[in-house]
């Protein structure tokens, strides 16, 4: 049955869509994908035959289509496609120059640069993912951590009213019901956020190994709606705050839960960026900050330096400056609970798009 769950995940929709609507109190697990996540990013030529194609990231998608409509009602010489595939698959069509763009919530690692020399990962923005769950009963958001989610995903912690989950929800009516987990099936840079977590709370149980946009997860028993478990990121949190989910409290470095509120996601944000390498590449994850919402990341653009032509180099670094400066206002940010790059994280990115050349 968790097989047959998590397949219907994989092949009905590679978005978190699917795992909302698995997780849903209203919701099955085989529901159909939404149309605004799988529109093609097909170049359809502009009038002057520049297009800029962006496949990736299903966190960054609600805003890269907000970017795009109002780009393209600014700048109508230039046409720009995108769809949510997820970042593992957007990073390899950056690679291979399917697409002009692969956005990923992933930084490039060394073996990415190794395997794709001539890439480089331009922070955008910031955003968070979110621990979510269908536990009838439950109105107080439960605290969760990274040890806790290891053990459920690793099949360990079976049921809700486990004294693991108890001793981090004193009081809590927590019911005798089985644990469902569910994730991507897709090369998901959301999973990589999440198991990159796991790992920085609880290695021990959830090995370096098993940390990746694409993991092997283990087998975790019988499931159903109720019960349900899963990461998603913050840019689809009105549709599970309507599908009736709770949203975990997540423990950070420091032992503190918290939610991810613009506040938790800013104190958090702090205690990394003043390190942020002139390449961009930085994990945010887990951050010592006791008011910091531990799972947060740089949402990327994957790019070439070299690009086909000297037209699409421009349109190319034209769009990108525009996403950091215009883009980066609250009307974009804000509707999907993203934040700001940082001024001196927004100079990096700048630098790196002013390297590209065509």
Known sequence: ??????????????????LLAACGSSGGSSAAPSSSSSSSAAPSPSSTGVSITETGSTLVFPLMGAWQTAYNTDVTDVTITSAGTGSGTGIADAATGTVTIGASD?????ADISQYP?????????????VNYNVPGIKKPLSLNGKVLAGMYAGKIK?????????????AALPAL?????????SSGSTFLFTSYLNAQDPADWASANVGTTVTWPSTGCGAIKGCVAYIGISYVAKTQAAGLGQASLANKAGKFTQSTPKAIAAALASFSGSTPATGSQSLINTSAPTGYPIINYEYAVVKKTQPSAAVASALKAFLNWTITTGSSDTFLGAVGFEPLPSNVKTIAQTLISGISG
């Open 1 to 18: 049955m968790a097989n047959k769950i998590r397949l219907a995940c994989t092949a009905a929709a590679m978005v978190p869509l699917a």
């Open 106 to 110: 992933a930084y490039l690692s060394p």
């Open 118 to 130: 001539g890439l480089e990962n331009i922070p955008l923005a910031v955003a968070a993912v979110n």
């Open 159 to 171: 049921t809700w009213n486990d004294p693991a989950i108890k001793a981090l929800n004193p009081g």
């Open 178 to 186: 089985k644990v469902t987990t569910l994730h991507r099936g897709d």
